[in-house]
Structures are given as C-alpha cells and as structure tokens.
C-alpha cells in the first residue's frame, strides 16, 4: 500500500534543497492546503517579529536553557510553520532571518505552485534544524452581538 503523503525533492535558485510535500491519494485526508498570503504573514508578523532580533546569531537546541528551545510553531490561518531538530542531541547558531529565508523558499515553491501542501528544508550550518510548512485546519470566530444586552460572544465553527 502506497502512503498518503510524499515527499518531491527541488534544488532553489540558492542551491538549496526544498521538499514539497505531495499526496499519492487524491482524497486522502492527511495533506491539507495552505495559503501563500497565510504563509509570507506567518513569516512576517510571527516569525519576523522583532526584525532586530532576526538579525542577531541565536542558539537551536531542545534542551531548556540552552539558547532557543524547539520544537516551535508559528501560525497565520491556515499556514504553520515548523522548526524542530533532527533528534534530541541537534543543536545550531543561526539567525531567526535563516529560518525565516527558508521558510519563504519553501512557501515560493511548495504554496504558491499547486497543490499548496507545503514542504520542509534545513537550515543552519550543520543543517539539523527542518523547517516545515503545512496546511491547518483553522476555526473561525464569528462574532455574535446581543443588541439587547450589548454583549458579544464567540462561536467557532469549521
């Protein structure tokens, strides 16, 4: 039995290498599509958040205490973004603006282009950091107001 999902491999304008995730069975429930505009908002309002911060040299690993703990998620809609270790010993010192330059190769190559699943990359000297972009399901908030109370209360729905 084939699986679900697979991984395309792509080298990028910077020789570096992309994989774009694709499913083998179109109504396979495991992949689901992600936005580009979700995605560069993740990066630039989540990821980028403090652009000076972005620039300075930090520390990876997911040991507590030791610079940056991973795993960490970043999400704009429907678009997460992903950076973990390869395994629990990994660690690296790169910029948040490394993370951030893959993570919108990834969204050019691998959301933008059909079928909008997403992909993964490294990052960093060592390349034991991935950076993984995924679809979500997302719950919105539809605000309901009370005219005669004038409260308001939110209901998610899918």
């Known amino acids: 039995m084939q699986p679900a999902a697979s991984l395309s491999r792509c080298r990028t304008d910077s020789s570096d290498l992309v994989g774009c995730w ?3 069975t179109p109504f396979a429930p495991s992949l689901i599509p992600t ?3 979700d995605c560069h908002d993740a990066i630039k309002y989540k990821l980028m958040l403090d652009p000076k911060l972005a620039m300075v040299p930090q520390h990876f690993s997911r040991t507590l205490g030791r610079g940056f703990t991973v795993p ?12 973990d270790t390869h395994t629990i010993a990994d660690e690296d ?3 948040f603006l ?3 330059v893959q993570a919108s190769m990834i969204s050019i190559h691998c959301v933008a282009k059909p079928p909008h699943f997403g992909g993964t ?3 960093g000297a060592k390349q034991v950091l991935n950076v993984t972009i995924y679809g979500s ?6 605000e309901l107001e009370d005219d005669k109370s004038g409260h308001s209360s939110s209901i998610a729905e899918e």
């Open 121 to 123: 990359s490294f990052v």
């Open 98 to 100: 490394d993370i951030a």
């Open 137 to 142: 399901p997302v719950l919105r908030l539809i």
């Open 35 to 37: 936005i580009f505009k």
């Open 72 to 83: 960490q998620r970043w999400q704009s809609g429907n678009c997460v973004i992903e950076i």
């Open 93 to 95: 010192t790169f910029r």
């Open 22 to 24: 694709s499913q083998k």
